[in-house]
Nanobody
Framework: QLEESGGGSVQAGGSLRLTCTAS????????MGWLRQAPGKEREVVAR????????YHADSVKGRFFISRDNDKSTVYLQMNSLKPEDAAVYYC?????????????WGQGTQVTVSS
């Protein structure tokens, strides 16, 4: 089970940190990803991180502004979002996968809303 927190409303240029905590003991075996979906748009992968933290991907649209990190001891993955833009507004989901390269996520959180006002 995955549970996100940290969403909310922020003005453009502001920052938010999303947190996703997993229950169970297998967190350290999973690729963790952050995905988002805005109304009328397809879901996109924002960032993902390998179980050991050495492989990291950030979408071009967020590169240099968003940063994924994880703490396996706490079974938690984070998404630090800086310099937020109105186009970043979406429901953000954390998800877990066994493969880094296929984006085939097996477990999902319930989502947390991020709103960015201009």
């Amino acid at each position: 089970q995955l549970e996100e927190s940290g969403g909310g409303s922020v003005q453009a240029g502001g920052s938010l940190r999303l947190t996703c905590t997993a229950s169970g003991s297998a967190f350290s075996y999973y690729v963790m990803g952050w995905l988002r979906q805005a109304p009328g748009k397809e879901r996109e992968v924002v960032a993902r991180m390998s179980p050991d933290g050495y492989s990291i991907y950030h979408a071009d649209s967020v590169k240099g502004r968003f940063f994924i990190s994880r703490d396996n001891d706490k079974s938690t993955v984070y998404l630090q979002m800086n310099s937020l833009k109105p186009e970043d507004a979406a429901v953000y989901y954390c998800a877990a996968a066994l493969s880094y390269y296929t984006d085939d996520y097996s477990y999902w959180g319930q989502g947390t809303q991020v709103t960015v006002s201009s």
